[in-house]
């Protein structure tokens, strides 16, 4: 089966939706409108249409007018590449990554007291090392980071090992023929 492997902006996508779950189930009431406030750096900007999604399909509207208020921050949001090895002796390079979602959330709601707590997201997975280049996205450095480096051992061995069994094989082929 194949599957696609989600880029680092769809990830912390996913971290940005489950923090809206989390809201959610703190405000237990989805149908009153609320204003939604957003205090995220400019860094991360991109993710605030993404927290009005999340919200939106929790049945919670978003209202400039409204005297119910929530206040979302992303403190941080990125991704790193925690661990790089090989799917066996001569298999292919995976990379291991972790994305972080960090931030808080206050709900201010006249029928309720105010409600506010912290998340700290995370989710990591494991993609092909040749798809890094297609999972960052270069115009938003949040999605990007440094790539742990090839073991050296390794990239040495393969090489010996094929030119050793090239070797052999020549050897046996002309002591064979020769007898």
Known sequence: MFTQTLTNLEQINLLVDSSALKIVLKIQDTSKVYNLENNTPSEYSILDSRIVSGLNNFEIKNQESSINKITYTISKAGVEYTDLFRDGLFGEYLLERKFNLNGNYVVNNPD??????TFELTLADTISYDDLVLVENSSLPFTKAIPPSE??????????????AVAVTVILFFSVRSK
Do not use: H, M, Q, R
């Open 112 to 117: 309720i007291n105010v409600e506010s707590d």
């Open 151 to 164: 073991p050296f051992l390794p990239s040495i061995l393969e090489p010996v090992i094929a030119i050793t």
